[in-house]
């Protein structure tokens, strides 16, 4: 009779330890929203809603995409500082939030939250219309250095907009580069023959490009894409200029540690998800996981440099 009171003292124990367990692994939220700075059809938003159908079921949660316009993206960046840090918001970070943060005054920086993970480097493409006369980049900079040409960039504080800039510099032309809040109204503006190049991600072109409408010219990545190969650089065209957009987020100040935690296996667990993998490969991005420690240290880095850039470059005081 003893021992069966031992063995049932023990089995309500191990039950007891297992939904403990089964709660401390349960998400604090049932809803977690996603802000991004990006209109709808743009990089960031069409890279979300894709990472969402992975991210959502990992974490047990239903995920919503909140597109927050205004302000470069400042908007959205005082829509994540004055959430509350309980695991239900986060903002998805490109370079762009340190661009608005530093070429404008913002109420809330890019120091007024908290970076969480990093997941990709995503690839930035110099594009044009099918039927435009410009076959190559250099094409592009011959129109630009005889006529002045018009090149378009998704916004005034974007890393695409200060690529743009770099290689007017680097070519030694005055093409006007024209911002805009999104890519999507970008691509338009670039197919109806407004401007004659834009700059975008694969994910955003991937439609267009298949259709025929859009034809690619360089990429500003470091190599080559192996989607693209006959795609050639920027760099190997004869100008120094590579840029580097990582995509990653970022959580309200103060998020409690097991939250980053779970985001941390939960990020992982998605980039090595067999389709997913898939997917993300056909877009040309490359998977470059930064825990919350060493992502903490990559954008105050980052933050440092591209202030550093702007300054020497008398784009900021």
């Known amino acids: 009779m003893m021992s069966l009171v031992i063995r049932n003292i023990v089995t309500a124990g191990i039950l007891f330890i297992l939904s403990l367990s089964a709660v401390a692994q349960s998400y604090p939220v049932n809803t977690v929203t996603i802000i991004t700075h990006s209109s709808p059809g743009g990089?960031?938003?069409?890279?979300?809603?894709?990472l969402s159908r992975y991210l959502a079921p990992e974490l047990g949660v239903d995920m919503v995409v909140k597109n927050v316009s205004g302000g470069s993206g400042a908007t959205a960046i005082a829509e994540l500082a004055t959430s509350p840090a309980d695991g239900s918001t986060f903002y998805a970070t490109t370079p762009t939030f340190i661009y608005t943060s530093l070429m404008s005054d913002p109420e809330y920086s890019y120091q007024d939250v908290e970076p969480l993970v990093n997941m990709f480097t995503d690839p930035e493409l110099i594009y044009t219309a099918a039927n435009s006369p410009y076959r190559s980049l250099k094409d592009v900079i011959d129109k630009a250095?005889?006529?002045?040409?018009?090149?378009?960039?998704?916004?005034?504080?974007?890393?695409?907009?200060?690529?743009?800039e770099?290689?007017?510099s680097a070519t030694g032309v005055s093409a006007a580069v024209v911002s805009h809040e999104g890519g999507?109204?970008?691509?338009?503006?670039?197919?109806?023959?407004?401007?004659?190049?834009?700059?975008g991600e694969a994910q955003e072109l991937g439609s267009q490009l298949e259709a025929g409408k859009l034809r690619l010219l360089a990429t500003f990545s470091d190599r080559r894409l192996a989607q693209y190969p006959d795609v050639p650089t920027v760099h190997e065209l004869g100008y120094n200029v590579i840029v580097r957009k990582f995509r990653g987020f970022a959580a309200p100040k103060g998020l409690?540690?097991?939250?980053?935690?779970?985001?941390?296996?939960?990020?992982?667990?998605?980039?090595n998800h067999p389709e997913y993998q898939?997917?993300?490969?056909?877009d040309n991005l490359r998977a470059d996981f930064l825990?919350?420690?060493?992502?903490?240290?990559?954008?105050?880095?980052?933050?440092?440099?591209?202030?550093?850039?702007?300054?020497?470059?008398?784009?900021?005081?």
């Open 43 to 50: 990089g960031s938003d069409v890279f979300l809603r894709e």
């Open 145 to 164: 250095r005889n006529s002045r040409g018009r090149w378009g960039a998704a916004n005034p504080a974007s890393l695409e907009r200060q690529a743009l």
């Open 166 to 168: 770099q290689l007017k």
């Open 184 to 199: 999507g109204d970008l691509m338009i503006n670039v197919l109806n023959g407004t401007l004659d190049i834009g700059v």
């Open 256 to 271: 409690p540690a097991h939250i980053v935690s779970r985001w941390e296996r939960a990020i992982q667990n998605v980039l």
């Open 278 to 282: 898939a997917a993300y490969t056909a």
């Open 291 to 317: 825990n919350n420690a060493d992502y903490k240290k990559f954008i105050a880095q980052f933050g440092t440099e591209t202030e550093e850039y702007l300054r020497s470059t008398g784009v900021i005081e």
